[in-house]
């Protein structure tokens, strides 16, 4: 089992930039593929972009691809969520989540608000 805390979030002015982090209890963060998602009052929430779990692949929604990266410190459990060129539209609730293998994603942090004002 892996617990996940996010942090980084806030108010910031349309084209500036936000880093999240996500950290992770547990010796096993390693073994977690890692997930970003967001969502938006009224919205459902929606997947942002992933990590595997040594981190040599990721993967973008395309709304935030070129924009936003996706990396990790597995020495420090942590994964990062950096956004750049922020829009109005990115305004939501960001949270990360984690996975092993292909299965669903199990573990989830409770989340960070991050507003982006134009």
């Known amino acids: 089992q892996v617990q996940l805390v996010e942090s980084g979030g806030g108010l910031v002015q349309a084209g500036g930039s936000l880093r999240l982090s996500c950290a992770a209890s547990g010796r096993t963060f390693s073994s977690y593929a890692m997930g970003w998602f967001r969502q938006a009052p009224g919205k459902e929430r929606e997947f942002v972009g992933s990590?595997?779990?040594?981190?040599?692949?990721?993967y973008y929604v395309e709304s935030v691809r070129g924009r936003f990266t996706v990396s990790r410190d597995n020495a420090k459990n942590t994964v990062y969520l950096q956004m750049n060129s922020l829009k109005p539209e990115d305004t939501a609730v960001y949270s990360c989540a984690a996975r092993i293998g292909d299965s669903k994603y199990a573990y989830w942090g409770q989340g960070t608000q991050v507003t982006v004002s134009s």
């Open positions: 990590i595997s779990k040594s981190g040599d692949s990721t």
